[in-house]
Structures are given as C-alpha cells and as structure tokens.
C-alpha cells in the first residue's frame, strides 16, 4: 500500500518569494512516480512536475522544482518567484510502476496543502 | 491536443437514481483512472481501464462501475445514489507506456439530493 502525507493544511508566501510544500511518502514499490498537481478554485488538478524513483536529478519545470530525498522518502515542491496566481491547493501524489517503466493509473494523493500568495 | 473532456460538468440526481458520467481521454491514452474527491475523504481511487480492460480498482461498493470503449472514452455508472456519492469526479488519462503523464479533466460536480 502506498501513503502520502502532507502536513502543511495552509502555507502563506509573500510574492515574488520562494516556498516549499512538503510530502512525505510510503511504499513497499521498488519502482514508482511521484506527482505534484495543483488545484485551484475552479477544480481542475492540474499537472504540475514528476519524478521517478529512479531519476538521479531532481525534476524542475519552469518555476517548480522537486525536492527528492529517496532515503527520506520526501518529494518537496519548491515553488520559485511566487504569483498571486499560484494561490491554490496543491497535491503530491504517486503511483506504482513497473521495472521496464509502464505506469499504472492508480495515484494515491495527499490530503493537499492550501497555498496563499500575498501581494 | 485537446485536454481530457468530462460531460456533463455538472449533475444534480436524487438519492435512489443512478447517473453515468463520461470521460473523453486526450488522444492516443490508453488509461482512464477514476476519482472521486470530497472535503472528507480527499481524493479517492475508483478504478483503472486500459485497452478496454479494468486494470486497477478502489475500495468502493459494487455501485460503481465503470468501462471504456474501444476509443479509450470511459464511462462510469453509480446505481442507487445515496447523499454520501454527493462529490467531484476526476478523470485521468495517460499514455500508459510513458512515466511521467497523468492529465486531468475538468470533473463533474455530481450533487445527490
């Protein structure tokens, strides 16, 4: 079985500041992905980085960044330069994937952390 | 490329009907997962389809079912609704060879009164 925890229910930044959302993680899958998606008001999730279990670098998109500590088994998002549009609850997530790299669509997600950007 | 659609975007039922909802995956996925997401329980696995087979399942009642189509569309069907199904309902598709993708739909607000 697979666990995610996020412990930060809300985090404040100022804009243009850097902020770290954190999760932590739990599985018996030598092989998986982790996920980080954001959620704003209107519901969409929307995909925001991954990274692999077995990627040695730690995955970045624009202003995302992943924080991955494999012993720790902590995948925190870093969020760079915040935006008064970047306010919004963010989830981790992962799921299992296979030695040969196939993914399986079941992720399990966090209970998500409720992002705040002061002007 | 046109995202993952969901239709309707929103449905109001009472308790005791049933309701399908749809779920269009973008182009060329072969696996739809299905969420459901309320302020209570969070965000919960339903069930995967890939290449029209149910891959993966959630521990919900037999109420709800779901099934894909040879064009990877999905469907999923909730029988005998009751006020707790009240929730959003995300549909994800990914290519399922590749690692990294899990795209999202819009979701439809299903409200069971």
């Known amino acids: 079985a697979q666990k995610i925890t996020q412990t930060q229910p809300g985090m404040f930044v100022q804009e243009k500041e850097a902020v770290t959302l954190d999760c932590t993680y739990d599985t018996s899958d030598q092989s998986y992905g982790l996920f980080w998606y954001k959620q704003p008001s209107s519901g969409e999730m929307i995909f925001l980085i991954y990274q692999g279990s077995y990627d040695e670098q730690n995955a970045t998109e624009g202003r995302y960044s992943l924080n991955f500590q494999k012993a720790r088994k902590s995948a925190n998002l870093v969020i760079s330069a915040s935006q008064l549009g970047d306010s919004a609850m963010y989830f981790c997530?992962?799921?299992?994937?296979?030695?040969?790299?196939?993914?399986?669509?079941?992720?399990?997600f966090g209970q998500g952390t409720i992002l705040t950007v002061h002007p | 490329k046109a995202g993952v659609t969901q239709t309707p975007r929103y449905l109001i039922k009472t308790r005791g009907q049933q309701v399908t909802l749809s779920c269009s995956p973008i182009?060329?996925?072969?696996?739809v997962s299905w969420y459901q997401q309320t302020p209570g329980q969070g965000l919960q696995f339903l069930f995967e389809y890939f290449s029209e087979t149910q891959r993966n399942k959630g521990n919900f009642p037999g109420r709800f079912s779901g099934r894909q189509f040879s064009n990877s569309r999905s469907e999923m069907n909730v029988s005998t609704l009751e006020l707790g199904d009240s929730a959003l309902y995300l549909c994800?598709?990914?290519?399922?060879?590749?690692?990294?993708?899990?795209?999202f739909g819009p979701g439809t607000r299903l409200t069971v009164t």
């Open positions: 994800a598709s990914s290519s399922a060879g590749g690692r990294d993708e899990q795209y």
């Open positions: 182009s060329g996925h072969r696996s």
């Open positions: 997530a992962m799921r299992p994937e296979n030695a040969g790299g196939t993914s399986y669509g079941k992720l399990t």
